[in-house]
């Protein structure tokens, strides 16, 4: 059993084989999901990942409950008169077991990555990742399916211009493994680690990838074919909103700094995204935007990944895909 957590969760070749399974999959009507059932619980807010990926669920024949963080992951309420020293409802140990029992995945959005190595340690069904504060996996899936689908098998150098955060980080990661060559700049006060950066060197030993820190926005855009932006200010952040807004002044993308770039360049955005701030209007919508592309393949490919996470996605499948050659 595999849980996906984070983009090393899968293997180089098991990350491109759900890219294929999964446009194999929204091309076919297998419902290789069929009587299955998925158990969602997200602490933050969602739209393309709870949305897409329900809709992906369904239409692969499987089921989707929803619950509430505060049953799912222990909130400190439930007794009308606390007992000392059990003031949870029950385990996570005993509510992950318990869903182990009826469901066949836990896809789950958290406030602090933790959370989720926890819920690895007792679930006997995958976790998966849909959004921590530290990675967005899925995200690059369906990142990385977009690039393919615009560029073909051509290695186009990327940049991410922002915040070193969840979804730079599973860009990155992916980017790395998959042979290209990963851009950022953002400033240094919100840059990465020294951990985070080792990480990616690492990265760059194992894989054909590469990783450059530029200096400044515009250095990245002459360097790249693609530029991409988060908010500057993720979930959970609000507090230091103004604080952040002031240091990312240089670090918009904007029409001036999208004309730098190297030639038949794309703009690319996980959303959702604050326009006229870490983009404006115009490169949002512009013919360069894959915005809604990814937006897209946020729901193609969570067809793959939980068809291949839970039913080891099928040799039916497999087979079909080696005959047709099916290819993004
Ligand atoms: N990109 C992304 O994860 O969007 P949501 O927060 O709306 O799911
Ligand atoms: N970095 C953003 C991504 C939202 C999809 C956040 O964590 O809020």
């Not at 054909?208 to 952040?237: N, P, Q």
Request: include cysteine; proline fraction near 3%.
């Amino acid at each position: 059993m595999k849980h996906f957590l984070e983009v090393g969760n899968l293997s180089k070749a098991e990350f491109e084989y759900v890219l294929q399974l999964s446009s194999y999959l929204h091309e076919t009507s297998e419902e290789p999901l069929h009587q299955k059932t998925i158990l969602f619980c997200f602490e933050k807010p969602s739209l393309r990942t709870r949305v897409g990926t329900e809709v992906a669920i369904n239409q692969l024949g499987g089921k989707v409950i929803h619950i509430d963080p505060i049953a799912f992951l222990g909130g400190k309420i439930l007794h009308a008169k606390p007992i000392e020293g059990h003031d949870e409802r029950e385990s996570l140990k005993d509510t992950v077991l318990n869903v182990s029992q009826w469901c066949d995945a836990i896809f789950v959005r958290v406030f602090d990555h933790h959370t989720l190595l926890k819920l690895c340690q007792h679930s006997e069904i995958p976790i998966i990742n849909a959004l921590s504060d530290t990675h967005h996996p899925m995200q690059a899936l369906a990142d990385f399916l977009t690039i393919k689908q615009k560029y073909g098998e051509e290695k186009v150098p990327i940049s991410f211009i922002g915040d070193a955060n969840n979804v730079a980080k599973s860009l990155i990661e992916a980017g790395i493994m998959l042979g290209y060559p990963m851009g950022f700049s953002g400033p240094e006060e919100y840059g990465w680690s020294n951990e985070i950066l080792q990480k990616f060197n690492n990265l760059c030993e194992e894989y054909e990838g590469s990783f450059t820190s530029y200096s400044s926005a515009k250095e990245a855009a002459t360097h790249s074919r693609v530029l991409y932006a988060d908010t500057f200010v993720s979930m959970g952040e609000e507090d230091v909103y103004d604080e952040k807004l002031k240091s990312f002044s240089d670090f918009q993308i904007n029409e001036s700094l999208m004309s730098l770039c190297l030639n038949d360049a794309a703009f690319m955005h996980c959303l959702p995204a604050h326009r006229g701030i870490e983009v404006t209007n115009g490169v949002m919508d512009s013919a360069q935007s894959l915005i809604y592309e990814q937006a897209k393949n946020r729901m193609v490919v969570s067809k793959g990944l939980f068809s291949f996470l839970i039913e080891k996605k099928g040799e039916i499948a497999e087979e079909s895909i080696k005959q047709n050659e099916i290819l993004i």
